[in-house]
């Protein structure tokens, strides 16, 4: 734009200086002879004079709209030109008069005013509105993206949370298998989805489900792996805490103690003085499960200062799944006190469960609970003390009798086989086989593995204490029964309960006379 002005001023000049030249003190009324081509206008020329400037800025004017400049690039421009025309006005105060050069001065500024309004008007406000629509239109599908992008991250956050909520049990398994048949469907579904999609695109989430759904199958060594490659890829330290945790779990399971115990050491390392509730449950689950496996190893002194550590540390939270860890500890400590003949220690940790947790609403707190009191009554047997075991045995069936939960139903069926059993040594028989066909009662068409496993037991006890009593076609039914019932099933729990009722059937049978 400069170098256009600036050629207009150049080839101007050159058109004044032969005039100049000719005429340095001539009167203005003197006509000078030069080139037509070149001739200078006189006065009464002027008007014409101006309207061939005008048609030079019309050139110039067009060429600035060729220009994609903004709109204070204009303003400069009509800065060049109202200097080109002050020179252009001085030139011609030789030969007119000021006044006149002022008013052409002014009109001609004017006019490049309008041509500006109307070229910002005409070209530039509707190319700014065009730009503007165009960001509008692009940001407008930018925010549609990222609203389908967070409604797929809730739908991520809410399965991964699914999946930490529903099968927290698997990092604190407590000698019992984790999960239940509700459970399993959801972990199926999620594990075959997950399946479909390429194991490169895998997320933290998705090893979890596969981790998952190994571990309920059984496949212990692919459940470690998966867990392991979900802590290698966990953004968070709740997530890479909580697969930690499972692939202990999973390695304790495969009977690789020494690896499980690092694992979880370093739970407890890396988040022991962490202030989140996930993670002090993290670490208070590895530490249970670092006791678990230190008993597998017979290191029942150990075990027990992991337990204690666990109520050392959270004996005082609030928070349930915190007070739940302390119960299961407890409940362990004692149970390693009785592998221990400490059966008067025990007894009285089973009474601090009681004391603490035996008033609590929550089902897990009520489960260990029951558990307690039925271990309990197991020490007070131990102790030739049954008549106190029994009165705990029917304190659990007068608590959780009536309960709908499958794992307080457990417990009621097992504190009342273990009742059956005191009464045995009581040698009250009768009531004894009172006590076992209460089990098959309340139980015996559900359809639960667990209480199917305790209706078997119960009718297997029956069996035995039938046979004592020389009441052998009785026993014998109730063997029948037993295989009747359970032939089929899958459970190897159940299986070895057939396999039982058929060994005392034909014991039975053999001692029969002939």
Known sequence: MKKIVTAF??????????????QPDAPPSVAIAVPAAHALPVTAEVATDLKLQQQKLEFFKERLQMQDERIGDLGLMIGFFGALITITVVFFSIRSKSEAVGAARDEAQEEIKKRAKEYIEADLRPAVDKALKDIQVVADKRLEDLRKAHEVTQELNARHKGLIEGYSPIISRDNDKPGTPEQKPGAEETAKKTQSVLSKEYHFSDQLALGIQAYEQGKYERAAEHFDKAASIAE???????ALANKGGALGLLQRNEEAIVIFDEVVKDY????EVTLRVHVASALINKGVVLSQLQWSEKAIAVYDEVVKRYGEAPEEALRVAVAKALVNKGVQLGQL??????ITVYDEVVKRYGEAPEEALRVAVGKALVNQGVQLGQLQQNEKAITVYDEVVKRYGEAPEVALRVRVASALINKGIALSELQHFEKEIAVYEEVVKRYGEAPEAALRVQVASALINKGVVLSQLQRNKEAIAVCDEVVK????????????AVATARTLKKRIQSEQPS
């Open 272 to 275: 022991g003085e962490a202030s």
């Open 485 to 496: 019932r359970y032939s089929n099933a899958p459970e190897s729990a159940l299986r070895e």
């Open 9 to 22: 001023l150049c080839a101007l000049l050159l058109l004044a200086l032969p005039v100049m030249a000719a």
């Open 341 to 346: 003949q400490q059966n008067e220690k025990a």
């Open 236 to 242: 968070s330290l709740m997530d890479r805490a909580l």
